[in-house]
């Protein structure tokens, strides 16, 4: 039985069913049954991570480690995990590129601090490292929906963005497969890409042109705690950009390599959720 963690988000959602085509068992974790959308072939659990009951541990032999942010501390809600998980053979734990580029944004320092406790833990564990989501393109998705001008911080870096699939792939590979026990594996996308070509790829897929527009970081913060984001998460979306500059666009064939094909491309990604920006 394998525990998934974080089960309806991003990755969970992409994960639960990539594991049960291989044939795995999936426990899947949620704080809300009557509003998740898991696979049927899966069996529910329902849990708070603040409240981690160990009982969601037995007959489980490996756990998706993900916390969703819900909650005040989600190094606390992992290490609650890793308290219980005594009788588990393997964790996988989802961390970030951050860690591997030595970043000290808040974000990348409580990964590596969750990357410690796993390590510590006692059970076999794997670390995957994934760089910018795709998936973080929907912040544009009012903007494409409105006047079409996506408006993004001056000097906003280079990326090799990384498809969630992608990630969910590797993640059911590693904990299916053998010979992953002690693996770090950074996690991107094949090739980087400016913001402004992202912004054109868009505007392919969607058959309209998008434009692209630099702003000052100052409008760029008042737009985002005018979503009602706490200050706190945009400084440090921020100060991950500012510390990323010119690893974002850093290049790793892990996908490749884990899974025998290509990654999935933002090309890919676009035509895929087009009718969602129409």
Request: charged share 25%.
């Amino acid at each position: 039985m394998i525990l998934v963690l974080g089960s309806t988000g991003k990755i969970g959602r992409e994960l639960v069913p990539a594991l049960l085509d291989r044939g795995a068992r999936v426990r899947a974790l949620t704080r809300d049954p009557s509003r998740a959308r898991i696979d049927p072939r899966a069996e529910v659990a329902v849990g708070d991570l603040d409240a981690f009951e160990p009982a969601l541990l037995d007959g489980v032999e490996r756990v998706f480690v993900l916390t969703s942010g819900h909650g005040s501390d989600p190094l606390a809600q992992e290490q609650a995990v890793l308290k219980a998980a005594t009788g588990v053979s393997h964790v996988v734990k989802l961390s970030t590129t951050g860690v591997h580029f030595g970043q000290t944004d808040p974000i990348s320092l409580v990964h590596a601090e969750a990357e410690r406790a796993v390590r510590e833990a006692g059970p076999d564990w794997t670390i995957l490292r994934p760089g910018t989501f795709m998936d973080n393109r929907f912040a544009w998705l009012h903007a494409v929906r409105g006047d079409g001008v996506i408006r993004v911080p001056e000097g906003d870096p280079a990326s090799a963005l990384v498809h969630v699939r992608d990630i969910a792939e590797v993640a059911a590979t590693v904990l299916t497969g053998d010979g992953h026990a002690g693996k770090t594996y950074p996690l991107t996308g094949g090739e980087a890409l400016t913001t402004r070509q992202q912004v054109e790829i868009l505007g392919d897929a969607l058959g309209r042109r998008l434009t692209y527009v630099e702003e000052p970081e100052a409008a760029s913060r008042a737009r985002m705690l005018g979503f009602g984001w706490p200050a706190s998460a945009v400084d440090g979306i921020f100060e991950l950009k500012r510390q990323s500059a010119g690893k974002e666009e850093i290049v790793f064939d892990t996908v490749r390599e884990l899974l025998g094909r290509a990654p999935l491309t933002f090309a890919d990604w676009a035509r895929e959720h087009a009718a969602s920006f129409a």
